[in-house]
Every structure is written in C-alpha cells, then in structure tokens.
T-cell receptor, first 112, second 114 residues
C-alpha cells in the first residue's frame, strides 16, 4: 500500500519568513495530494490540494508543488504569521476507492 | 449545516473492557473513515467505508478492533479487551464520495485506558 514520509517533524520560523514542508510517497499511481492543518485541540482541516495533472497550485500565501517523477510534493507558506502555527499533514491516495494515507505531520511554530 | 459528530468526546475505561465509539457523518456523504491519532503522532488509517462496497479494513491494528456502518450512515468502532496502547484520539471523517476529495473530520473521541 501507499506510504507517505514527511519532513521535517518540527519547524520554527520567524514571522514573515517562508516555511517549506516536504513529503514523499511510494505508490507511483497516487494522483491526489491534499494538505491538512490541525491547530492545537482542533480537528484537521483541508487547506489546499493538488492533483497529478498539475505541477503547482497556489492560494494566497500557500502553494503546493508536485514532482511526479521524483514522487514528492511540498507545501510552501510565505510571509508566515503566528496564526500559521499548527501541525500540518500531507496525504496521498491512488483514487477515491483507496484510503487517504497521511504523513506523520510537521509542527510549525511561527515566532513573533 | 451539521458537521461530523462523534460520541463520546471522552472515554475512560479499564484495561480489558470493551468500548464503542460512534460517528455520525454529514448527511449524504457516502464515504466514512476512521483514523487514530496518538499523542504527538500522525493520523493512522484504521478503516474506510465507501458506499455499498466492502470496507477497507487494512489499517486495523489487531482483531480486537472492528467497525460497522449501518444503513450507510452511522458508524461504530468497537475495541474489545482494551489495552493501554489503545489510548489515543479516534477521529472519524466523511466525504461526499471518496478519498480523493475534501474530508470533513469530527472532533474525535479521546480514549484513555487505565
């Protein structure tokens, strides 16, 4: 089955700097790659996703890039703010019929 | 509208007892998932129900764990003969049709096995 590796496990940045989180996946047939944000004590929420027919997607300060050949995808957050502090999870799945497999998460701390 | 509802929010039990955790998905969502989140850990897949298909049970850690989904709606996760290592937050999620779209998570059940 699919296996998703995520790094770093923790990341601290100064407010206003950029943050990058990277994930690799094992199943070359995977074609859907979402990112979820979980604030302390709250449930995970989808922040952005990308499908394998595109290489990059952007939504305001966040962007995701996908390299299918290398089987890795990354989350980029620019101009970080304290409210970006949370745990971020990447995930991958082959299709709607297979489960969504998550990475182990990255704890991002934005220091004011 | 109502989101994914889980109950109880907290459950404390003694080692060896059975527990049942309930998930009420968003109305009309055909896909339902159970994940486990241990302290500081990621989201560990347990089981996936999609429509009328046989559930994907490949993530269940042992035969003490089972789940069912009645009438394509409410789901119950049962853990028999609980062990201390079962202590975790059990999260349920649902989506309209499948895993390749937005998942809506419940607030979870915090299970503590003493």
């Amino acid at each position: 089955g699919e296996n998703v590796e995520q790094h770093p496990s923790t990341l601290s940045v100064q407010e206003g700097d950029s943050a990058v989180i990277k994930c690799t996946y094992s199943d070359s047939a995977s074609n859907y790659f979402p990112w979820y944000k979980q604030e302390l004590g709250k449930r995970p929420q989808l922040i952005i996703d990308i499908r394998s027919n595109v290489g990059e997607k952007k939504d305001q300060r966040i962007a995701v890039t996908l390299n299918k050949t290398a089987k890795h995808f990354s989350l980029h957050i620019t101009e970080t703010q304290p409210e970006d502090s949370a745990v971020y999870f990447c995930a991958a799945t082959v299709s709607g019929n297979t489960p969504l497999v998550f990475g182990k998460g990255t704890r991002l701390s934005v220091i004011a | 509208g109502a989101g994914v509802s889980q109950s109880p929010s907290n459950k404390v039990t003694e080692k060896g007892k059975d527990v049942e955790l309930r998930c009420d998905p968003i109305s009309g969502h055909t896909a339902l998932y159970w994940y486990r989140q241990s302290l500081g850990q990621g989201l560990e897949f347990l089981i996936y129900f999609q429509g009328n298909s046989a559930p994907d049970k490949s993530g269940l850690p042992s035969d003490r764990f089972s789940a069912e989904r009645t009438g394509g709606s409410v789901s119950t996760l049962t853990i028999q003969r609980t062990q201390q290592e079962d202590s975790a937050v059990y999260l349920c999620a649902s989506s309209k049709q499948g895993a390749n779209e937005k998942l809506f998570f419940g607030s979870g059940t915090q299970l503590s096995v003493l």
